[in-house]
């Protein structure tokens, strides 16, 4: 009877101990965490052919090629001063109870929107950069396009710096990765310009999203992408209730060399027809409504050239030269549309701790329109920024 006691007493001992010991999926907490940068922008511009636009206006931030004013009288120049582009990151991760890991982000800072002004407080709305979850390999939410490369992106006191021909684009989007590959579905938006010429028309009537397909890859000290874009362009020309459609495609590509010692080249090039907003901040616009009603895509290019040269361990400078044009119809899309953009700058960025960094950089813009006449604006801007 002793025996038989014992004997159970280890079994249950025994299955005890398996049951503890077995491995237990769990939902783990979230793990949060807060960063940002604090940022003062002062700069003064000189507008060459043209006066200067108001405070608000969004060419007042920071550079965007297409604002350029061109074929009036020279203006005084006008000095800026904001913290606007100071910014928040709020990231999660969190390990689920099936074992994955998922990560989400939330960005935010104050720059474009038009809540606010300079007179007395210099109070500006938060607006919403990026807001995506990262789960397997898929990334779902709003982030940037799957057909820009951000790793060739130039150090620089302006807020974009290589803008004129290189693509920038964030927006709503499904984006799958494996290894070197990934492909995503993301916002469709078409820019129109009316027959004739005018302002620009934005379609809302998109269905078929915008599908993307990259290439990413690293030999030695080069890194490249390649990225390829195919798109849907739709606006109700007549009003009729049926859209008028045309297709759209873009390339680019864009690396990265390291020379060694903080030292870079960077480079891209675009090309395609009708993948307009993608390129310089919506430079040239997706289509163009012809004669007949229909949509007619327009081509664009872009290029953007960087070099970083570190002086020393804290100090170091880039050069940046950025240029977008577009092959228009003057036929169809006038005199007065933007033929070309271009910007040079040149910048020297001192950081005596890691995490705070001081900037001064001199850059000149031109944008030239289809009659010839161009416009050109000089801007000396100064940074100083704390990253946390």
Do not use: C
């Not at 950069?129 to 006191?157: C, H, M, T």
């Not at 290439?215 to 020309?237: E, M, P």
Request: hydrophobic share 35%.
């Amino acid at each position: 009877m002793l025996h038989n006691k014992l004997q159970k007493s280890l079994i249950a001992s025994a299955v005890l101990g398996a049951i503890v010991s077995a491995p237990v999926m769990a939902d783990e907490g979230p793990t949060w965490k807060f960063s940002g940068y604090v940022k003062l922008d002062a700069f003064a511009s000189d507008y060459g052919d043209g006066t200067a636009p108001a405070s608000g206006f969004i060419g007042r931030q920071f550079y965007i090629p297409s604002t350029t004013p061109v074929g009036g009288q020279g203006d005084d120049p006008v000095t800026d001063i904001h913290a606007r582009q100071s910014r928040f990151f709020f990231d999660v991760n969190q390990k689920l109870d099936n074992g994955k890991d998922i990560s989400a982000r939330i960005e935010i800072d104050f720059l474009t929107v038009p809540v606010g002004d300079e007179r007395i407080t210099n109070s500006y709305a938060p607006r919403l950069r990026q807001a995506y979850i990262k789960y397997d390999n898929w990334l779902i939410g709003q982030a940037w396009s799957n057909f820009q490369d951000l790793s060739i992106l130039p150090e620089s006191v302006d807020f974009v710096g290589a803008t004129d021909g290189m693509i920038f684009m964030r927006q709503p989007q499904v984006r799958y990765t494996s290894g070197s590959w990934s492909f995503s579905l993301e916002n469709p938006e078409t820019t129109v310009t009316p027959n004739g010429g005018g302002g620009r028309i934005t379609s809302s009537d998109g269905l078929m999203p915008d599908f993307t397909a990259k290439y990413s890859g690293k030999s030695g000290n080069l890194s490249y992408s390649i990225a390829g874009l195919v798109r849907q362009l739709a606006y109700d020309v007549d009003g009729d209730g049926s859209d008028e459609t045309a297709g759209g495609f873009g390339v680019n590509f864009a690396a990265k060399y390291v020379l060694g010692n903080g030292n870079d080249i960077r480079f891209s090039a675009s090309t395609g027809s009708g993948f307009g907003r993608y390129l310089g901040l919506n430079t040239f616009n997706g289509a163009v409504i012809d004669a007949n009603g229909d949509l007619e895509t327009i081509d664009s290019q872009g290029i953007t050239f960087a070099y970083r040269h570190q002086w020393n361990e804290k100090t170091r400078s880039n050069f940046v030269y950025s240029r977008g044009w577009a092959d228009n119809d003057t036929g169809l899309l006038g005199n007065a549309v933007t033929k070309s953009t271009q910007r040079i700058g040149f910048n020297v960025m001192h950081s005596p701790a890691k995490n705070v960094t001081f900037g001064a950089e001199l850059s000149q813009a031109t944008r030239e329109i289809e009659s010839g006449v161009d416009g050109d604006m000089t801007r000396l801007h100064f940074m100083a920024m704390y990253s946390f």
